[in-house]
């Protein structure tokens, strides 16, 4: 698993290098991509960072222009987080670089294979996790 993953995170870590980020830039903007208008709070609970980690993250993307945290419609205590042009742009490229990759791979190893590999990886979540990946995969 090391040595997949190290090849899996190979080529997004060179473009986000060249532009003086990390991989918790790149997660942040993968998963605000997935829940546009998601809250601080949620994205919070999804990583699993702690809230000064994640704001520090957060304050370079919207610095950045990555990132919009506008105030909430029902609560404006909450800030909603969408990706602004750019940052679905760096996204898709960060994104795309992983799914040539992993399509490459599929190939490779076929359909049953990809198969069993999805219910290993699932089954090696932690069940709070699990569901929350459930309704995630549920939801769209």
Same mark, same amino acid.
């Given at each position: 698993? @090391? @040595?997949? +993953? *190290?090849?899996f995170t /190979?080529?997004p870590? !060179?473009?986000?290098?060249?532009?003086?980020?990390?991989?918790?830039?790149?997660?942040? %903007?993968? @998963?605000i991509? !997935?829940?546009?208008?998601?809250? =601080?709070t &949620?994205? $919070?609970?999804? %990583?699993?960072?702690?809230?000064?980690s994640?704001?520090? =993250?957060?304050?370079? $993307?919207?610095?950045?222009?990555? =990132?919009?945290?506008?105030?909430?419609? *029902?609560?404006?205590?909450?800030? &909603?987080?969408? %990706?602004t042009?750019?940052?679905?742009? $760096?996204?898709?490229?960060?994104?795309?670089?992983?799914?040539g !990759?992993?399509?490459? /791979?599929?190939?490779?190893?076929g359909?049953?294979?990809?198969?069993? @590999?999805?219910?290993? $990886?699932?089954?090696?979540?932690?069940?709070? %996790?699990?569901? +929350?990946?459930?309704?995630m995969?549920?939801?769209?």
């Amino acid at each position: 698993m @090391f @040595f997949a +993953y *190290r090849g899996f995170t /190979a080529d997004p870590d !060179r473009i986000l290098e060249a532009k003086g980020y990390g991989r918790a830039h790149h997660r942040a %903007l993968h @998963f605000i991509h !997935r829940d546009q208008g998601q809250t =601080v709070t &949620n994205l $919070l609970a999804m %990583l699993g960072v702690t809230k000064q980690s994640l704001n520090r =993250v957060l304050r370079t $993307l919207v610095e950045d222009g990555l =990132v919009e945290a506008r105030v909430g419609r *029902r609560d404006k205590r909450e800030r &909603n987080l969408y %990706l602004t042009p750019e940052g679905e742009a $760096l996204e898709r490229e960060l994104s795309e670089a992983q799914r040539g !990759r992993m399509r490459a /791979a599929y190939r490779a190893a076929g359909p049953a294979a990809v198969a069993g @590999f999805r219910q290993v $990886l699932e089954a090696m979540m932690d069940p709070d %996790l699990r569901r +929350y990946y459930q309704s995630m995969k549920d939801a769209g």
